[in-house]
């Protein structure tokens, strides 16, 4: 298996664009992840979705974030509009279920997103 | 009150000694935990899970988990300077959700 892809692994825009950051779990995993780490925050949890559905999103930081998994293949996290205060490296993670509990994640190797 | 917490450090050891790692979490209904690898500019990797009290061993590697005192850590034996990073523990309850707390960095002196 690949492992967890992410496109594109780095993203320069300017303050007011859009962005689009792409994710593909592992086959067969059922849980996906977005997070954002900073030096400043950490790793922060944005987004969860379980079978596609979104689960709980209290940690995206405004509405100019949103996120959607149309299948079990793909997801997006999409900023709109971005401000400098989004630069960060972006995190796409999936993971199985196992007796109704989280097993490891896997991590992509991330985006990390410059808004200037 | 973060919901896991972890020193930041740094914690520096000498080369062949053991490094001790720390972990709190505030939600009791916790019930798996992960210890993750993160090298500079790379993606976490998981080093250890742990879901019931007790120790668990897995080579130079042992956690630890108390959930009486919501408690876990991380032991690496014969530390390497190779183990220098940034070390990251995660809480995820039975509701999907998995929570990481903001690492402590590790530095092995050769």
């Known amino acids: 298996d690949a492992g967890v892809i992410q496109s594109p692994r780095h993203e320069v825009t300017e303050m007011g664009q859009e962005v689009t950051l792409r994710c593909k779990p592992i086959?067969?995993?059922?849980?996906l992840f977005w997070y954002r780490q900073t030096m400043m925050r950490g790793l922060e949890l944005l987004i969860y979705?379980?079978?596609?559905?979104?689960?709980?999103d209290s940690g995206m930081p405004e509405d100019r974030f949103s996120a959607k998994m149309p299948n079990a293949s793909f997801s997006t996290l999409k900023i709109q509009p971005s401000e400098p205060r989004d630069s960060a490296v972006y995190f796409c993670?999936?993971?199985?279920?196992?007796?109704?509990?989280?097993?490891?994640?896997?991590f992509g190797q991330g985006t990390r997103l410059t808004v200037v | 009150q973060k919901e896991v917490e972890q020193n930041s450090g740094p914690l520096s050891v000498p080369e062949g000694a053991i490094a001790s790692l720390n972990c709190t979490y505030s939600d009791r209904g916790s019930q798996s935990f992960f210890w993750y690898r993160q090298y500079s500019g790379k993606s976490p990797e998981l080093i250890m899970s742990i879901y019931s009290n007790g120790d668990k061993e897995d080579g130079r590697f042992t956690a630890q988990l108390n959930k009486a005192s919501q408690y876990v850590s991380l032991l690496i034996r014969d530390s390497q300077p190779s183990d220098s990073a940034t070390y990251l523990c995660a809480a995820s309850t039975g509701g999907f959700k998995t929570i990481f707390g903001a690492g402590t960095r590790l530095f092995v002196k050769a």
């Open positions: 086959s067969g995993h059922n849980s």
């Open positions: 979705f379980n079978n596609n559905v979104p689960i709980d």
């Open positions: 993670a999936s993971s199985p279920r196992d007796r109704g509990m989280n097993t490891e994640a896997f």
